[in-house]
């Protein structure tokens, strides 16, 4: 599947919930979300834009997939899996 165009910051904090990402503060336009699923704490931030730009989004799902020890394109599946 895809990177989809059209995701929102907002949008992409809700998919992100299901793996342990929980929206920490909200600083102006930008979101900061907490993981602590994986035994050590890993934070993003992500913008309230809608859409993100694509630039700006694989970053955050590349960071995420790490964190996750998972491929990019298997985080993708699972977030867009609805």
Do not use: C, W
């Not at 993100?52 to 899996?81: C, F, H, P």
């Amino acid at each position: 599947m895809k990177v989809p165009r059209d995701l929102g910051g907002e949008e992409l904090a809700r998919l992100l919930g299901q793996f342990g990402y929980v929206v920490t503060r909200q600083a102006g336009s930008h979101l900061r979300l907490t993981s602590s699923s994986h035994g050590t704490e890993h934070h993003i931030t992500i913008p309230r834009h809608a859409p993100l730009k694509i630039g700006t989004l694989n970053s955050i799902l590349k960071d995420v997939a790490v964190y996750l020890e998972m491929d990019r394109q298997q985080l993708i599946d699972a977030i867009l899996r609805k």
